[in-house]
C-alpha cells in the first residue's frame, strides 16, 4: 500500500520560501501520478502541481505558474515542492497525493476526488 508523508510547512512572511517533501513509499506500478493539491477551510481541495511520470512532464495551477516548482529525488523516493514569492492567498494545508494509474489526461486535469493516496497534509501560512 502506498504510504505518503507530508512535511515542510511553516510560518513564513510575504514574498518568502518554503519547501515541502513527500515522501513515498508502497509504489508496485510504476504507472501513476504525484502531485501536491491545497485546501482552506470551507473550500474544495485544489490542485496545485502534480508530476507525470510517464513523460516526466510537470503540471501546475495557473495560480503558481513561475512561482512553485516540483522535483523528485527519486533516489530518496522524495518530492518536493519549492514554494518561492509566496503570497497570503498561498495560506492552506498542503497535501501530497498519488493518482493511480496515471490516466490519459495530465494529472491536473483529474479532480481531487480521483486520487487514491494522500499524506496527512502541512500547514502553510504565510503572513502579509
Known amino acids: 500500500e502506498v504510504q505518503l508523508v507530508d512535511s515542510g510547512g511553516g510560518l513564513v512572511q510575504a514574498g518568502g520560501t518554503l519547501r515541502l517533501s513527500c515522501a513515498a513509499s508502497?509504489?508496485?506500478?510504476?504507472?501513476?501520478?504525484i502531485g501536491w493539491f491545497r485546501q482552506v477551510p470551507g473550500k474544495e481541495r485544489e490542485g496545485v502541481s502534480c508530476l507525470n511520470t510517464k513523460d516526466g512532464t510537470t503540471d501546475y495551477a495557473d495560480s503558481v505558474k513561475g512561482r512553485f516548482t516540483l522535483s523528485s529525488d527519486n533516489s530518496k523516493n522524495t518530492v518536493y515542492l519549492e514554494m518561492t514569492s509566496l503570497k497570503p492567498e498561498d495560506t492552506a494545508v498542503y497535501y501530497c497525493?498519488?493518482?493511480?494509474?496515471?490516466?490519459?489526461?495530465?494529472?491536473?486535469?483529474?479532480?481531487?476526488?480521483?486520487?487514491?493516496?494522500w499524506g496527512q497534509g502541512t500547514q502553510v501560512t504565510v503572513s502579509s
Open positions: 497525493s498519488v493518482l493511480s494509474p496515471q490516466g490519459y489526461l495530465s494529472c491536473l486535469r483529474y479532480h481531487y476526488s480521483h486520487w487514491q493516496r
Open positions: 508502497g509504489f508496485t506500478t510504476d504507472d501513476y501520478a
